[in-house]
Each structure stands twice: as structure tokens, then as C-alpha cells.
């Protein structure tokens, strides 16, 4: 059974830090492209791919969207099975249920976490 579990959504106030992780079980994490998605509960906009990063050597190479581009840093550890994704300088807009996903282009496998909730408000 594949799991994907998040943690570390919290609430924060604008300029603040928050680190999330996501940890996947019954796959093998190496070769997947590991992926935050996030959306704001309510809602009709789809959910938005904030950053990624693959399985190449390395670490992998990442990819932001722009508006978070040089305030979030996406990375994997595979020993660990685990993805982050480090937050700085939040802002308001940042505040949404934010979604790990794990994507195998080739057989296109595709796998969600259940999300976390961040919150950035003074």
C-alpha cells in the first residue's frame, strides 16, 4: 500500500519560516519526481504545482513556480524516503492545504498525500 504522509503545515505570520516533509512508504521514491502542489480550500482554482524536483543524480534538479521562486527551496533525501519543502519569507498568499505527490512518468504512475494546512496571517 503506497502512503504519502505530510507534516509540518502550521500557521505562520508574514516573513516567517515553515519546513514541511513528506515521507512515502511502498514505493521506491528513487525514481519518482517528487512534487508540492497547493490549494486554497473552497476554492474552484485547481490545484497549483509550486515546486518539483526529479530523480536525477545529484539530489535531483527542482523547479518552482514563480511566485515563490528564492522563498522556497524544495529537496529529497531517498535513504530517508522523504521530501521537504522549506518556506521563508511567507506571505498571505502562501496560505493554502499544501499536497506531496509522487509521479513515475513512465508507467505514469501517480500517487497524493492527504495535505497540510498552512496558514500565514498576523
Known amino acids: 500500500q503506497v502512503q504519502l504522509v505530510e507534516s509540518g503545515g502550521d500557521f505562520a505570520q508574514p516573513g516567517g519560516s515553515l519546513k514541511l516533509s513528506c515521507t512515502a512508504s511502498?514505493?521506491?521514491?528513487?525514481?519518482?519526481?517528487m512534487n508540492w502542489y497547493r490549494q486554497v480550500p473552497g476554492s474552484q482554482r485547481e490545484r497549483e504545482l509550486v515546486?518539483?524536483?526529479?530523480?536525477?543524480?545529484?539530489?535531483?534538479?527542482?523547479n518552482y513556480v514563480d511566485s515563490v521562486k528564492g522563498r522556497f527551496t524544495i529537496s529529497r533525501d531517498n535513504d530517508k524516503r522523504t521530501v521537504y519543502l522549506q518556506m521563508n519569507s511567507l506571505k498571505p498568499e502562501d496560505t493554502a492545504v499544501y499536497y506531496c505527490?509522487?509521479?513515475?512518468?513512465?508507467?505514469?504512475?501517480?500517487?497524493w498525500g492527504q495535505g497540510t494546512q498552512v496558514t500565514v496571517s498576523s
Open positions: 505527490n509522487a509521479h513515475w512518468p513512465t508507467p505514469n504512475y501517480t500517487y
Open positions: 511502498g514505493i521506491y521514491m528513487d525514481v519518482y519526481t
Open positions: 515546486a518539483s524536483i526529479d530523480a536525477s543524480d545529484g539530489g535531483g534538479r527542482a
